[in-house]
């Protein structure tokens, strides 16, 4: 089985499915938005549930599961139709499998979770009820963690991250750190097929003020993927998430990382705040438009652009307006990163009315778009530059 990355058409959201090349087909969904009328057959917006569940696994008892699930950060694009099509909840107490196939609600057998969600409810951030599903499932998890000082399926649990004055001191063996980097996924090692390295959310000691008004944009999971074709590739595609991080983030992951860009290179990049403006600007695009500057520490830390990299914007169709997200001026900047590696935008507003957009994962660390999956507006080539090995981007 090839290793996949599938991105949904969600409109201006995020819903990214991760597909490893090992026998299991072990699986990692970034973020959910299932909107109503994509649950509606009656509606024209694509059927992205079912499309999900079409590129699952199903256990020995005909229930869809992912192997992990990554919340980004809690924002409502992000996590939309969270109660509806995901068991939250313990495992033992799965309540769908007399219902249809298509139905059945998704276990998650390990979650991934910021541990800012567990305190983003406040009068500066509120949470949708699905938010609120997914605090409380986070929650529980780690609950039956401590209770029992492991856990098995449906209810493992990672925290993405340390939170300030030592508050996730005490869960260690369920603790990434920012700047570590893993490979197990659900209790299994797939060293061989997947590692990711986590580069934030990181905890800011220094001014504590500041991290506990933090945005949920600013609080988004980065993580850099990497994927392998197979158990004997050499090289492994670079896949680059940052959920709805903004300039000041992307400044600090610049800052931390200018001497060793290497570990913000991509070959895969799933554009932050789905192409928004804030991601490369503190100003506004609709106030400022062309006089709107470029944060240069932003830009070169969203350029480490390998050769032959591709870029998606998984967001409606980039437009010439004066709104963001998504913003044309940023999709430019994007394609000026690409230029210099000879890359490929594209964008999920684009597709029709096609549910999602495949990739299949390379053994030369790059990404084939497979055309039987979905059909983009405009001509473009089926393989990104395979043959070209893969080497750091610009912006060095």
């Known amino acids: 089985m090839a290793a996949k990355v599938t991105f949904f058409q969600v409109g201006t959201g995020d819903m990214t499915l991760v597909r490893l090349a090992d026998t299991s087909v072990t699986s990692i969904l970034i973020d959910c938005r299932i909107r109503l009328g994509a649950d509606d057959p009656d509606n024209e917006m694509p059927d992205v549930g079912r499309a999900l569940r079409d590129r699952l696994q199903w256990d020995a008892n005909g229930r869809p599961f992912v192997n992990a699930f990554l919340l980004s950060h809690p924002d409502l694009d992000h996590c939309a139709g969270l ?165 000041l983030i992307w400044e600090r992951m610049w800052g931390r990382y200018q001497y060793t860009p290497e570990v913000l290179a991509y070959d895969l990049l799933l554009a932050p705040h789905h192409c928004s403006w804030h991601t490369l600007s503190y100003d506004s695009w609709s106030k400022k438009g062309e006089d709107a500057k470029v944060s240069q520490a932003a830009r070169n830390a969203l350029g480490q652009a390998r050769s032959g990299a591709t870029i998606v914007s998984s967001s409606v169709t980039i437009v010439d307006d004066d709104k963001d997200p998504p913003c044309i ?58 043959s070209i090995p893969p080497r750091a981007g610009s912006g060095e």
């Open 83 to 247: 109660r509806k099509h995901f068991w939250l909840g313990h495992p033992d107490d799965y309540p769908d499998d007399k219902l249809d196939r298509w139905e059945k609600r998704i276990l998650i057998r390990e979650l991934w979770s910021s541990p800012l969600v567990f305190r983003r409810r406040s009068k500066y951030h509120l949470l949708s009820e699905d938010a609120r599903a997914f605090n409380a499932e986070a929650r529980r998890r780690v609950r039956h963690w401590r209770a029992n000082g492991w856990a098995e399926d449906g209810n493992r649990i990672c925290i993405m991250g340390e939170d300030i004055q030592g508050k996730t001191d005490d869960l260690g063996p369920i603790l990434v750190r920012a700047g570590q980097s893993f490979s197990t996924i659900a209790g299994e090692n797939l060293s061989a097929y997947f590692t990711t390295q986590l580069l934030a959310p990181a905890p800011h000691e220094d001014d504590e003020e500041l991290e506990e008004e933090l945005t949920k944009n600013e609080s988004s999971v980065i993580m850099n993927i990497q994927i392998s074709a197979s158990a004997y590739s050499l090289s492994k595609t670079k896949f680059l998430v940052g959920g709805d991080a903004e300039v």
């Open 329 to 386: 001026r940023a999709k430019r900047e994007y394609e000026g990163i690409l230029e210099d590696v000879d890359g490929w935008f594209t964008c999920t507003g684009d597709l029709g009315d096609k549910a999602c957009i495949d990739f299949e994962v390379l053994s030369g660390g790059k990404v084939k778009r497979l055309l039987g999956a979905a059909v983009l507006a405009g001509s473009v080539p089926s393989t990104v530059a395979a």
